[in-house]
């Protein structure tokens, strides 16, 4: 990763000097050789008046959580043009697109330098953006970028601050639909430097940065969706939509490893007042297809982000994607939790011992539910039972099991054998 040592050591000099102040670290990013220096560690808050949510002008372009493909998580800063060109093309000929997948996003590392009058340009992979862009939107699907308000993006290639009408106008030229914007370099370069010793106003420096890049973006007049990347500090999710952000991370990098992404999971219990049509909470990328995930993490895993109405961006190698993994990918009735469109997000109605219930309500009356298996040493003399009533359900309830796509009845207390990380997926079309 090309993040400049000066760069990282300033990071490191940030995460000690929180240190003293913060709050319980959230759990770290699995480190991987492709993932650059982000903080994990969690900033205190700030004492800041929630500004009022202005949503509205910003929410038509994500009324549905965005549904598409990132390179991250699959290439990291190997990405190439070509790479998007094939990710689009698998896009359409996988059927992904037709299951609703739209977005193709470049993430770090197209950058290049910026010319005498501070355009950016591309570097070597990236030779022609909007021929790029072009390409993409020939093929009916949309293109997003990334950036950042710092001087560097956090793999260490220019960023947009002091720049960023001009980036934005580039981006619009260029027929972009969606910009990634990550905190990173922010971090040492302004809030350390401007307010050394004042958490408050280093979070008002961060918040105005967002904000700067959301009227640049506004003021093009195209609409682009807006993502914020800043790990859900300060808890970001009061604030975002205030400055046009469509969509927040809520914690650290994901992973493709179980124990990252329950605990992300974990972390957005709670979370769920804050999403709606136009907002929504990001707990990052999917990793299906990716790593050593098992096939019921797997399905875990896009369970749950359907569950809490999460931006679903597909990060695995689509030329080489296993029939089993698409056929979790392309899920439409899971999809169908995700862009319900209520656009509630689940919440956490309770857990016992290793086993989570999470619930939402749907359109129409409806319900999903979904019951995971968190531990690793459950057997079937001692299965989990499931409680209607703490769900609110008197009596049995005809339901699908949007995995094996039967119909089935829950009883209340009804025995459950799921095996270790996985999950029951249900939707109730009238539950009683
Ligand atoms: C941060 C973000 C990731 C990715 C990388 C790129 O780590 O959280 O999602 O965009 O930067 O450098």
Redesign the pocket.
Known sequence: ?R?SAALSLSLLALASLTAAAQTPAQPA?TPTAK????PQSKAPKAQLASPQVTAPQAAKAALTPPMGW?S??FF??KVTDKDIRGAADQMVATGMKDAGYIYVNI???WEGKRDANGVLQTNSKFPDMKALADYVHSKGLKIGI?SGPGPQ???G?EGSLGHEEQDAKMYADWGIDYL?Y?L?SFIPAVMMKQAPNDKAAQMKLMIAAYDKMNKALKATGRPIVFSL?Q?GWDAVWEWAPSVGGNLW?TT???SPDWDRIYAIVSQQAGLEKYAGPGHWNDP??LEVGNGHLTLAENRTHFSLWAMLAAPLLAGNDLPNMKPEIKAILTNKEVIAIDHDKLGRQASRVYSDGEVDVWARPLAGGAKAIAVVNAGDNRYSTHPFHLSLAKLGLHGPQTAKDLWTGKTITLTDNMPLELPSHDVLLVRIPAPK
């Open positions: 990763m993040f990013a993932k650059s220096v982000v990132n991250w998580n990291a800063e993430d770090d590392t990334y993006t956090c793999g290639y990634k990550d990173c990347c790990y991370r650290g990098d994901v990052d990328m």
